[in-house]
């Protein structure tokens, strides 16, 4: 694979990145989610799950349908405070 | 070719002088600070990934600004060896010095106040007392509507809280602790009164020594050694948002709110704000209710937050003792089972701390006084560790 072939396109992430992450012992889904920060951007792996679970299964020699996915947390998609408050949007925030 | 950073899981052994069940920041401090010491022959039982529990889920914050000379003390001690943790590790946590606000409304009293800050002087932190006027000037973002003053720690700090999960593992597997992610501690057998062997999922293993780190589940770990810990599983939700240019330098808490807040080097805003009187059933779900509750808070407390979006929510499970603070020392009734647990939403920071002085009492008998006042038997002595400069009062609940 290229090097700068991206895995996660919010945080830049490569697939050199997660070689790296797995070679210094991140093997584990919820190590290199911390590790690399993937599944932490503004996607909250909605986009990039299932490539780097497949890339972290292939790294690792495991089964992909064995591997631990990340909980994806709410809110979906990002919400504004204000909103979640219900005190709507500042016009100058 | 071995991992650079985090250790392969060994195999394992028939038998370890020391068992330690929880493989969170306080188990592997405990675990690094054994081998330093010279006393490697040492295990480390973590059910899921190392740091999966508290360690990974909290504000990752130092303040040395308490109410309780013990408390104060512990953790300025542990504000020490976090300057050098890094160093002394080999392993960059990214500990930077922000200073902090504690905000003080209605619940704390001014008197006690004062009081905590000679306590704190007497020690050697250089807290003070910041006036509304002056917090409204220092923090011009901050809306002190309801507001007393502060309480400001030039000297606290934030850190990332999984690096230094993955520090200790590393320091400690490389003086020959084995560490055993994904190895959960199922049953404990008797001989007499003392734990002879642990049985885990991978195998039983032979002890001396069992060591409860096992925060939100210590007292399930204590009952399996048909021991009891007086703890409280309680959860605690936080919230992320987006990352943006930089408006918040110190960590802000209030109080009042149960509130606190940070925004990370990289510009996300981390912060929480627990609903008073209301815990609901302990889990790591999140819910709409906390996250309102954080949301409406915040946006109050920081009025220009509210056009920030929030990205996700989490949830974590501290474990509560009735006067908040954390447990040390031996079980009479089962010699050899030793607590390091009960630290609630503070066992991060104080973790350098306990696990420097743990290891210690451990090697020598000799309880620093530093450690001392957290001996579970303070219970029955009645020298209970309340303190009215917690942000997160949970054990009022228990308190009624």
Known sequence: ??????????????????????????????????????????????????????RLAALTGSDIERLRRPTLRPPAHPVSMGLLAGLGELDDA | MTPSV?????????????????????????????????????????????????????????????????????????????????????????????????CIGQRASLPAVEAALATQAEIGIPTRFVSVDELRRRLPQLDTTGMAGAVHDPTAGVSRHDALVWAYARAAARLGVHVHPQTAVTGMELAGERVARVRTSRGDVATDIVVNCAGSESAEVAALAGASVPTRKLTLEMFVTEPYAAFLTPIVSVIDDQAYI???????????AEPVGHFGRPGLATSYAALRQSAATMARLFPRLRGVNVLRAWAGLIDMTPDGAGLVGELEERPGFFLDCGWGGEGYMVAPATGRLGAEYLNTGTLDERLAPFHHSRFETGDLLDDSLLVVDAAGETRG
Not at chain 2, 29 to 49: K, W
């Open chain 1, 1 to 54: 694979m290229a090097d700068k072939a991206f895995v996660c396109l919010c945080l830049d992430i490569t697939a050199d990145d997660l070689e790296r992450a797995v070679a210094e012992g991140f093997t584990d889904s919820e190590t290199l989610k911390r590790y690399t920060a993937c599944f932490m951007g503004p996607c909250q792996g909605k986009a990039c799950m299932d490539t780097v679970l497949a």
């Open chain 2, 6 to 102: 985090l250790p392969p899981s060994p195999e394992l052994k028939r038998s370890y002088e020391v068992v330690i069940v929880g493989g969170g920041v306080h188990g592997l401090s405990l675990a690094y600070n054994l081998a330093r010491a010279g006393r490697s022959d040492v295990a480390v039982f973590e059910r899921s990934y190392i740091g999966a529990g508290a360690s990974g889920r909290n504000l990752s914050l130092i303040r040395s600004s308490w109410q309780q000379r013990a408390w104060a003390a512990l953790v300025w001690y542990a504000r020490g060896l976090w300057s050098t943790i890094s160093v002394e590790l080999g392993y960059n946590v990214m500990f930077t010095e922000r200073g902090s606000y504690l």
């Open chain 2, 262 to 272: 940070m925004q990370t080097s990289r510009g996300e805003f981390v912060g929480g």
